[in-house]
């Protein structure tokens, strides 16, 4: 059974930083790309940053410089350092496990997916 798990949400200060983790269990994940990706409340859920099965990262670029994403493929674990937080990053933030090697932006690029942790920055 595949399970992803996210970690470390809380309520921080704008300027902050938080530090949000994932594991994943049940299958091979060192064989594709891991993301993170999160949704506001009334909007649709968007792309923040994915790391691929071979290290490669691309991020979102309202989160470009000031969030990092990494990965243990040993472990199964992918982890988002988040800094400089905006009251407009409040949000579920969830982890995404890929369908594939590559780099993707796309939700529908992967399969499995954590419930979520919430990320709220206040003013």
């Known amino acids: 059974q595949v399970q992803v798990l996210e970690s470390g949400g809380g309520l921080v200060q704008a300027g902050d930083s938080l530090r949000l983790s994932c594991t994943a269990s049940?299958?091979?994940?060192?064989?594709?790309?891991m993301a993170w990706f999160r949704q506001a409340p009334g909007k649709e859920r968007e792309f923040v940053a994915t790391?691929?099965?071979?290290?490669?990262?691309h991020y979102s670029n309202f989160v470009k410089g000031r969030f990092t994403i990494s990965r243990d493929y040993a472990k199964n674990t992918v982890d988002l350092q988040m800094n400089s937080l905006k009251p407009e990053d409040t949000a579920t933030y969830f982890c995404?496990?890929?369908?594939?090697?590559?780099?993707?932006?796309?939700?529908?690029?992967?399969?499995?997916w954590g419930p979520g942790t919430q990320v709220t920055v206040s003013s």
């Open positions: 790391m691929s099965a071979n290290g490669d990262t």
């Open positions: 049940g299958r091979t994940f060192s064989n594709v790309a």
């Open positions: 995404a496990a890929g369908r594939t090697i590559g780099v993707f932006v796309s939700p529908q690029m992967y399969s499995d």
